[in-house]
């Protein structure tokens, strides 16, 4: 067998109180590539071991013998495990037992080698346990890596939270000292008053809500739930706090979807007045759903099969560009910065529970749209041999225009 030189010189360690096995051993793997360092018993190791460290200069590999004068070979190991010092381990032993092998194993050494070995066998060992070390750092890197990219999330998100938070705070008093004052005033500005921060009240408390849910990681209650009046709903729930001229196209013949009705209809009633709040009054806000059976090429992040559809666009502020599609999930970033504050964030985390799918579209001049797909109940949608492909057979057309409440 041929053992080629490593890509960059590993440091090994040898610590054997043998010479003419240290010496062999050493000639073997300086002769395979490695840069060797010896040490002729327990304490040597040690400091070698210490020496590496405080220099910078770490090793790749500790190769052990078990039976050495004064500190053995698990003398070693405890020492290095009291010290909080984590090096791949081989081995060495012409009088290890199965019993004594396994507690060496148990203690995180990655291989070992009996005594007399070949050339080979050492080299094959030695590759083994490199490879076993290699493959643990790049878990751990990548679980460091996750957990690195996990906290930065949650800052994004508990940032967009704090500020949607303090605006509705700020929407609350503002209304409540708007209502102080005019009390006594007959112009209907005190009742406003409070019902607009009854309202901002509201969409506080629905916020910690979701949040807390998916801290908790509460599963959604799915029920078999009829899609249409349930947007229709969201519609009205939403009417309150926008002042925008509407259209809504809803399939007649929407497929049923497995859901949990309160966590989606936030979703749309979050959407809706999300896409409503960037528009001024003679901007139109456009509801629209429809039957969809989706395959590989409709390139989507989804299994094929049926979907319904279901659409809010606006002709406000776009939401950053077609580039930053990650950014547009980003809790921090208000509609006036490009971003959507934490309910996206929030409704995004929903859907994907459902199985489902939320995207977003954005253009100059022409505002943004999201897009949400949920599975269809699968009952249902096999009963349907139908094929739509955005437009469904019966669609109902509601042009509204609202000033104030309904």
């Not at 751990?140 to 938070?165: C, F, H, N, P, Y």
């Not at 109940?377 to 309904?406: K, L, N």
């Amino acid at each position: 067998m041929t053992h080629g030189a490593e890509r960059h010189k590993r440091r090994v360690l040898v610590a054997e109180d043998e010479p003419h096995c240290r010496f062999g051993i050493s000639v073997v793997l300086r002769g395979a590539g490695y840069e060797v360092i010896e040490a002729g018993d327990g304490d040597e190791a040690l400091m070698t071991i210490s020496r590496s460290k405080s220099e910078q200069k770490p090793l790749d590999l500790l190769i052990l013998d078990i039976q050495m004068p004064r500190l053995d070979g698990f003398g070693v190991l405890d020492e290095l495990a009291r010290r909080g010092i984590a090096i791949p381990t081989l081995i060495i032993t012409g009088h290890g037992d199965r019993q004594t092998l396994v507690e060496l194993l148990r203690r995180g050494c990655a291989d070992y080698v009996d005594k007399p070995f070949a050339p080979d066998d050492l080299l094959d060992a030695v590759k083994r346990a490199v490879n076993k070390a290699e493959q643990v750092s790049h878990e751990a890197k990548a679980e460091i890596e996750q957990a690195q990219s996990e906290r930065a999330d949650l800052a994004l998100l508990a940032g967009g939270v704090a500020q949607d938070l303090n605006n509705y705070l700020a929407l609350i008093l503002g209304h409540v000292e708007l209502a102080k004052h005019s009390a006594a005033s007959p112009s209907g500005q005190f009742e406003h008053g409070l019902e607009m921060a009854k309202i901002a009240s509201l969409r506080a408390r629905e916020l910690t809500s979701e949040l807390l849910s998916i801290a908790r990681g509460v599963l959604p209650n799915k029920r078999i739930t009829a899609l249409k009046p349930l947007i229709e709903q969201s519609v009205t729930l939403a009417s309150k706090e926008i002042r925008c001229q509407r259209e809504t196209e809803l399939a007649g013949d929407l497929w049923p979807v497995e859901i949990d009705a309160t966590q989606i209809q936030r979703v749309f009633q979050n959407l809706i007045v999300n896409a409503g709040q960037t528009m001024p009054e003679e901007g139109t806000l456009a509801i629209r759903a429809c039957n969809e059976r989706l395959d590989r090429s409709a390139g989507l992040p989804l299994h094929p099969g049926p979907y319904v559809h279901i659409s809010v666009s606006d002709t406000g502020a776009v939401i950053l560009g077609s580039d930053s599609e990650k950014r547009r999930f980003e809790p921090c970033l208000t509609a006036r910065e490009g971003g959507a504050g934490p309910w996206l964030t929030v409704a995004r985390s929903i859907i994907q529970n459902h199985g489902g799918y939320l995207a977003t579209r954005s253009a100059p001049a022409l505002g943004t749209a999201f897009d949400v797909y949920l599975p269809a109940a699968a009952e249902a949608a096999a009963a349907d041999t139908s094929t739509p492909v955005g437009a469904a057979s019966a669609v109902i057309r509601a042009r509204e225009r609202e000033h104030g409440e309904e």
